[in-house]
Every structure is written in C-alpha cells, then in structure tokens.
C-alpha cells in the first residue's frame, strides 16, 4: 500500500499543471460558494462538472442528482458496479481501484473540478486530495441524507436534492401509518441487523440499515441500544446477543467461508432458540441495499423491500 508521502511525491507534476489550469481560470468563474464539511470549509467554483466520487455513498448521490462522474470507485461486489447504479453512470467513467485505496495518480489525471470522499477513508490523503481539486467530505458514511444535502451543496444541485429529500419523508410517513395499522399491537417492532463474516458475525447498533429502520419506527432491543457502531461476535456462545422480535440478516453469501459460517452458526441450539428464529423471522436481505450503497437510491430500494416483505401497498404519493 502506498504511504500518502509516497502518492504526493508521484504524482506532483500533475498537480503543478492542474493548480495552474485552475488558478487561470478562476478569473472566469460565474459564482462561488463556500460548502462547510468534515474537514473545514471549501471554496467552489460554478457548478462542477468534472466530479470524482470516492466513496459507494458518493456515487450513489450522484447518480440520484444526475450527475455523471468521470471518476468513481469500483463497488464491493458486482464488480465494477453495482447492477442499481450502472445505468447512471457514462460509458466512459474510469474506476479508481476500491474506496480504500484510490488510484490518486489517476485522479490528478482526470482533472476533477470537484471530490467527494469519505471522513473514515480519506482522512490521511484528504490534503493531497484538497490540491488536486475541491475536496468534500461528509461527517459520517452512513448518513445518506446529509450526504445528499453535501453533494446537492457542492454542485448547485441544491433544488433537486430538496426535492429528493421531501420524497423520501414523505415515504417514511406513509411506511410508518401503514405498518402500524398492519401489525396493530405488534407494533412497534424490535429488529436486529445482523451480519455474517468469514470468522464472525456482526451486530450492527447503528449504521445504514439500522439508521433507516429506526427512522421507520422500528425499534431495537434494549440489550441492543449501545453506542458505536456495533459488535463483532467472535464466539457462537454470543448468539443470544441478537435476540429481537425479527432479524435482518445481510452477507457476501458468494464466499463459501461466510456461508460456512452461517450455516454453523444458524444451526447452534441457541440460534435455534432466539424469539425471531423460533416464530421465522429470521429474513436474509440483498447486502448492496442494506449495507454497500450507502446513498439515497440504496435507501429507497431498501425501503421498497420493507414494504413489499410486510404485504404493504406503497400510498399514491410514493409514486410520484
């Protein structure tokens, strides 16, 4: 892996030429804004149109404002996008390796007007990144809303990410009136969002997923209401730490060690005795929605999914 020292020394004569080209051209611009983000504030000029996404949630939103990256990273499975997102994306946009490790040099050569990347994998290369171009970079991951205000922000695409937004609320509320006239005196619903690793599994307190299902009403457990992201269980032992009315369960089932260790795990005496397990609750969900996209489109299907698993009709609004 390249040290970010090592990255800035390699490509530097690119970044010489691209802060030239910019400052030739700042006399030009029609308007500047200031975006206020993670790491400060950034100056834009006009309205970007040569953007770099380096983050799943990034590209997503940028797909949602219709916007057409020249540069985005290649996705965690589905390679090298996800299915929901080709159609968005032009023909020609070059893939920069994984979010964790982006093709930097490729970037400088791109000459974007404008980066998105994310707080808890670009910290250390978030000053070369600034030279190379506008660089924003959202507080979480995971908080797709204030993403999209980020990108909407940043590309004077503000309009259209309200609108996006006020879709999505109206959505939540229609969600919330129906399921709990569905479920009556069940409702709320204790949830649990689990996911299956090679060697573990993952009990997810916060997060994509979990953040969309407690806006819906859902509820988590109390034993599950803790801070941080969540927690790896290592040991089979643990299993009754999920125990929720309904479990969601999402995995890279293409990788024969995680179904090895699902199938284990689920065949424990104490999987077998959770209350989602023994009354089949137990719900295996697509992990591209409900953990990799991390934007507005991948919350929406997410969405479509919880209406379609409880019997719901979506109201005539969410068709709009």
Same mark, same amino acid.
């Given at each position: 892996m390249m040290r970010p020292m090592q990255v800035l020394q390699k490509v530097s004569g690119c970044l010489a030429v691209l802060v030239l080209l910019a400052l030739a051209g700042s006399s030009q611009a029609e308007t500047v804004r200031t975006v206020e983000h993670a790491f400060g504030e950034t100056r834009i000029e006009d309205r970007p149109q040569r953007l770099v996404t380096l983050y799943q949630g990034a590209t997503d939103t940028a797909v949602a404002l219709g916007l057409e990256p020249v540069g985005v990273v290649e996705s965690w499975v589905e390679k090298p996008m996800y299915r929901y997102l080709r159609g968005g994306l032009p023909e020609d946009v070059r893939y920069l390796g994984l979010e964790t490790q982006p093709d930097l040099e490729t970037v400088a050569w791109l000459a974007p007007d404008l980066i998105v990347g994310a707080r808890y994998r670009h910290d250390a290369v978030y000053p070369?990144?600034?030279?190379?171009?506008?660089?924003?970079?959202?507080?979480?991951?995971?908080?797709?809303?204030?993403?999209?205000?980020?990108?909407?922000?940043?590309?004077?695409?503000?309009?259209?990410?309200?609108?996006?937004? +006020?879709?999505?609320?109206?959505?939540?509320?229609? @969600?919330? !009136?129906? *399921?709990?006239?569905? /479920? #009556?005196?069940?409702? %709320?619903?204790?949830?649990?969002?689990?996911?299956?690793?090679? +060697?573990?599994?993952?009990?997810?307190?916060?997060? @994509?997923? !979990?953040? *969309?299902?407690?806006? /819906? #009403?859902?509820?988590? %457990?109390?034993?599950?209401?803790?801070?941080?992201?969540?927690?790896?269980?290592?040991?089979?032992?643990?299993i009754s730490a999920m125990d929720a009315d309904a479990i969601f369960v999402f995995m890279r089932d293409s990788d024969p060690a995680v179904a090895e260790t699902y199938r284990q795990w689920t065949q424990h005496p104490l999987w077998q005795n959770l209350k989602a397990a023994r009354q089949g609750r137990v719900y295996r969900v697509d992990p591209v929605i409900w953990s990799m996209g991390g934007g507005i489109l991948a919350a929406n299907r997410l969405l479509d999914a919880l209406y379609a698993h409880y019997g719901l009709e979506p109201g005539r609004e969410t068709q709009e």
């Open positions: 070369l990144l600034s030279r190379i171009a506008p660089t924003v970079v959202p507080d979480t991951a995971y908080d797709f809303k204030a993403m999209l205000r980020l990108m909407g922000e940043a590309t004077g695409r503000e309009r259209r990410a309200q609108a996006l937004l +006020d879709d999505w609320e109206a959505r939540v509320a229609d @969600f919330r !009136r129906r *399921i709990a006239a569905a /479920l #009556g005196e069940a409702w %709320p619903q204790e949830v649990a969002v689990v996911s299956f690793r090679s +060697d573990h599994a993952r009990l997810y307190y916060d997060g @994509f997923a !979990r953040s *969309i299902l407690d806006e /819906l #009403g859902f509820q988590s %457990p109390d034993a599950q209401q803790q801070s941080g992201w969540g927690i790896k269980l290592t040991s089979r032992e643990s």
